[in-house]
């Protein structure tokens, strides 16, 4: 098993961090993992993204071309993650960001609205945790309450009171994401 | 001891701290910055030495004046500081004092940029420094062989009082893994019979120098350096190996561009391609027995590298020409991506004669052809 999966916005929407979350709870379950950023003179405001590698073996190249799975969580990462997604892979949306819908019928593309699900929980910067629960509706080989423990078990001791809305948060976005599958044609 | 999420520079840094280091001097530089950063919380916190130094020229000669005390001192920076540390690191190879140097590689030649290159291999493994010395190179291709190889470099460059420079790109600098770190060891300063660390008025003084004015002492202290390192080659080459027992195609990489042949190894061979990878661990002293081995059952070679074909000159003189060695790189901070190294490894398991064609220059051709 391997599963790659590219996360892409802007700099300060928690991409890197949401990248992190996962790869500890692959971690934690026993999987071999890689956690890369584009590194460069960035800054916030600019575009950022990770790239995970999940398997249960040693891991090759930590850096993939065509992943099956990506989260865009802006629109130029949208627009770049679109054309360069696996065929027959899926990619998440943040469709508060966006003004268009997809053009590739050979993908899956789940919209959610990232930004308005983490306003109505009542902190905006958990829109990163809203795709990420989104996500994992296409990612079988980690689940929620993995990433749930992965976030209990890392996150720095003064962030702990958040980590409620965290789950939430998570809760959100996959069961948004859920229902898109169920309304796609089989 | 657990595994942790580590990223590569940090891991090198808390790797050397549990190794015993007790002096770091270094100047920041991207992509490797980190290891700085890490170590300037970390040391004073444990009462060790850190310095950040005016700059790297600063910093070697600092490392040079620790390590003749005999303390585990280290430095790192990324290709252009590491340039400039070039003439310390040939006098502390002259005065046969052992240090450790980290060279996060990124593009070049010049200032050129931050990606990740392996475009330093020459300078590390065969150049540098001005002068006939030899040093221990360690390649890790993962967190945590930048770990194990960071602890293992203070042993080597103590046991043939060498200098010992790890060379690894910005990917795996930047990259986080899960690994697990050794447990702190205690400081223990070695009594080592050379270290100039004070007489306490007790025993006679001690000189350390890299300067044998007589050309026939020089000429001794170069052959000395020369049966150390038959030493070194003899017990301390290290590498491994994927996919070899039946391989015909036998892929050699380093670092990042090892495991991303590995994913292009490992797609081929679901294919049905008889491909293999040798990884080598220790580029310098270099796996050339191995290699010469090999070419009794490969057909073909394939060097991978982030450069314009730097190990594949030691490649070809451990295959001398028995087999063809044939050669695929990105130089300038392009990281290849799997599926180019698979392409190359499908274009030579269907040739049916061997090319001879130099390496070099056939895959010059082929990315002209491309761009």
């Known amino acids: 098993m391997q599963k790659e999966i590219i996360i892409a916005g802007f700099g300060g929407q928690g991409v890197l961090f949401g990248g992190q979350v996962l790869a500890y709870a692959a971690m934690d379950t026993g999987k071999d993992v890689t956690w890369i950023p584009s590194y460069g003179p960035e800054m916030r405001g600019g575009t950022a993204n990770c790239t995970v590698v999940i398997a249960d073996h040693e891991i090759g190249s930590p850096l993939v071309k065509n992943p099956p799975l990506a989260i865009a969580l802006n629109l130029p990462s949208f627009d770049k993650y679109e054309s360069q997604l696996a065929a027959g892979g899926t990619l998440i949306v943040n469709q508060s960001m966006v003004d268009r819908s997809a053009q590739r019928n050979d993908i899956h593309v789940i919209m959610v609205p990232c930004n308005e699900i983490a306003e109505e929980i009542g902190d905006k910067k958990l829109m990163n945790m809203v795709a990420m629960g989104a996500l994992l509706s296409a990612l079988p080989e980690v689940s929620l309450k993995d990433v749930e423990k992965a976030l209990e078990g890392h996150l720095p001791a003064r962030h702990k009171h958040l980590l409620p809305k965290n789950y939430e948060a998570l809760k959100r976005g996959f069961e948004h994401a859920q229902k898109e599958w169920d309304k796609a044609p089989a | ?371």
Not at chain 2, 102 to 129: C, E, F, K, T, W
Not at chain 2, 324 to 335: A, C, D, L, S
Request: net charge negative; proline share 6%.
């Open chain 2, 1 to 371: 001891m657990p595994k942790e999420l580590w990223k590569g520079n940090e891991a090198i840094a808390e790797a050397a701290v549990r190794a015993g280091l007790e002096a770091y001097f270094g100047y920041p530089i991207t992509p490797q910055t980190e290891v700085l950063e890490y170590l300037s919380r970390r040391m004073p916190e444990l009462g060790r030495a850190f310095v950040q130094a005016e700059s790297e020229l600063g910093a070697v000669n600092m490392v040079y004046g620790a390590a003749c005390t005999g303390v585990r001192v280290m430095s790192s920076s990324s290709s252009p500081g590491v340039s400039l540390m070039m003439e310390g690191l040939s006098y502390i190879a002259g005065t046969e004092v052992p240090a450790v140097l980290v060279n996060v590689m990124r593009g070049g030649p010049g200032l050129g940029n931050i990606a990740p290159a392996q475009s330093d291999y020459n300078q590390a493994v065969h150049g540098g420094g001005h002068g006939d010395y030899p040093r221990i190179v360690l390649a890790p291709a993962s967190v945590q062989e930048a770990i194990d190889l960071t602890v293992l470099s203070f042993d080597l460059a103590e046991k043939y009082r060498m200098i010992t420079m790890l060379i690894l790109d910005g990917a795996i600098g930047q990259m986080m893994e899960p690994a697990e770190m050794p447990e702190m060891k205690p400081v223990h300063r070695q009594d080592f019979d050379w270290a100039t660390n004070g007489t306490m008025g007790k025993r006679e003084r001690r000189l350390l120098t890299s300067i044998y004015l007589n050309p026939l002492d020089e000429e001794q202290t170069n052959l000395r350096l020369l049966n150390r390192w038959k030493e070194v080659q003899a017990n301390e080459v290290r590498y491994k190996e994927y996919f070899i027992d039946d391989a015909e195609i036998v892929i050699v990489g380093f670092g990042t561009a090892g495991r991303v042949a590995l994913s292009a190894v490992r797609t081929a061979r679901e294919q049905g391609i008889k491909v293999g990878l040798l990884r080598p661990i220790t580029v310098s002293p270099f796996p050339t027995e191995r290699l010469s081995q090999l070419t009794g059952q490969a057909r073909a070679f394939l060097v991978t590298e982030m450069n314009m074909g730097q190990m594949l000159d030691d490649v070809q003189l451990a295959v001398r020409g028995r087999v063809p060695v044939e050669f695929y790189g990105r130089p300038g901070g392009v990281v290849p991506f799997p599926d180019e190294i698979l392409n190359e490894i499908k274009r030579i398991a269907s040739s049916p004669t061997a090319d001879h064609t130099d390496a070099r220059d056939a895959w010059l051709t082929r990315m002209t052809e491309r761009v």
